[in-house]
């Protein structure tokens, strides 16, 4: 049996650009404004067998208000950033640039002190895989857009390094479908998210 697993990525709790490492900020009131707005159109994903969300407040609360009463995963937290939590990749970069460009760089790197982008990729995915298929066909996750990203890195089986070609915005979904070290990318119709933008 193949399992269907829809990520929900959480709302946002801060400009883009003022985005944090680890960022532990509940909704904003535009993060609260967007989840509302799309509601409607998310609400369906609550019929899941299964609902996950990150650790983080606001995987939590997107998931709360969505409707789908998730079950807490602390395997889909964020990647542990060490000493920059909470930092902005701006301030990281200020006051440690070669380091920054070091991780950047090399996904086995943790000059931060934290968790290397291989080893957050493979947790992520250990949870993917070890999705119990007998429970039924269909997961939903309300997590971070790292989360995401480290998710459809994994599944695709992609070099590390196109972790940082993958955007994932504020509510969007994304469907994996398969099995423990068989998965797909799933495209469906118009989404909430195209409405949006």
Same mark, same amino acid.
């Given at each position: 049996?193949?399992?269907?697993?829809?990520?929900?990525?959480?709302?946002?709790?801060?400009?883009?650009?003022? &985005?944090?490492?680890?960022?532990?900020?509940?909704?904003?009131?535009?993060?609260? =404004? $967007?989840?509302?707005?799309?509601?409607?159109?998310?609400?369906?994903?609550?019929?899941? &067998?299964?609902? *996950? +969300?990150?650790?983080?407040?606001?995987?939590?609360?997107?998931?709360?208000?969505?409707? *789908? @009463?998730?079950?807490?995963?602390? @395997?889909?937290?964020? +990647? =542990?950033?060490?000493?920059?939590?909470?930092?902005?990749?701006? &301030?990281?970069?200020? !006051? &440690?640039? $070669?380091?920054?460009?070091?991780?950047?760089?090399?996904?086995?790197?943790?000059?931060?002190?934290? $968790?290397?982008?291989?080893?957050?990729?493979?947790?992520?995915?250990?949870?993917?895989?070890? !999705?119990?298929?007998?429970?039924?066909? !269909?997961?939903?996750?309300? @997590?971070?857009?790292?989360?995401?990203? @480290?998710?459809?890195? *994994?599944?695709?089986?992609?070099?590390?390094?196109? *972790?940082?070609?993958?955007?994932?915005?504020?509510?969007?979904?994304?469907?994996?479908?398969?099995? +423990?070290?068989?998965?797909?990318?799933?495209?469906?119709?118009?989404?909430?998210?195209?409405? !949006?933008?």
């Amino acid at each position: 049996m193949a399992l269907r697993v829809t990520f929900v990525a959480a709302a946002r709790s801060s400009p883009l650009l003022a &985005e944090r490492f680890d960022d532990d900020q509940p909704l904003d009131q535009a993060g609260w =404004d $967007e989840v509302l707005g799309v509601a409607g159109d998310l609400l369906p994903l609550a019929a899941a &067998e299964l609902r *996950y +969300c990150s650790p983080t407040p606001r995987s939590r609360a997107t998931g709360d208000a969505l409707g *789908y @009463a998730p079950l807490v995963q602390l @395997a889909l937290r964020d +990647c =542990d950033m060490g000493r920059w939590r909470g930092l902005t990749l701006g &301030e990281a970069m200020a !006051r &440690e640039p $070669e380091a920054v460009d070091a991780w950047l760089a090399d996904p086995q790197a943790t000059p931060h002190g934290g $968790e290397s982008l291989l080893a957050f990729i493979s947790r992520v995915g250990g949870w993917l895989d070890t !999705r119990p298929v007998e429970d039924g066909g !269909r997961i939903v996750a309300v @997590a971070e857009p790292s989360v995401i990203r @480290a998710a459809l890195v *994994y599944a695709l089986k992609a070099p590390p390094s196109s *972790y940082w070609n993958i955007d994932v915005r504020p509510l969007s979904t994304t469907a994996l479908t398969g099995r +423990c070290g068989r998965w797909n990318l799933r495209f469906d119709g118009a989404s909430a998210q195209r409405s !949006r933008t």
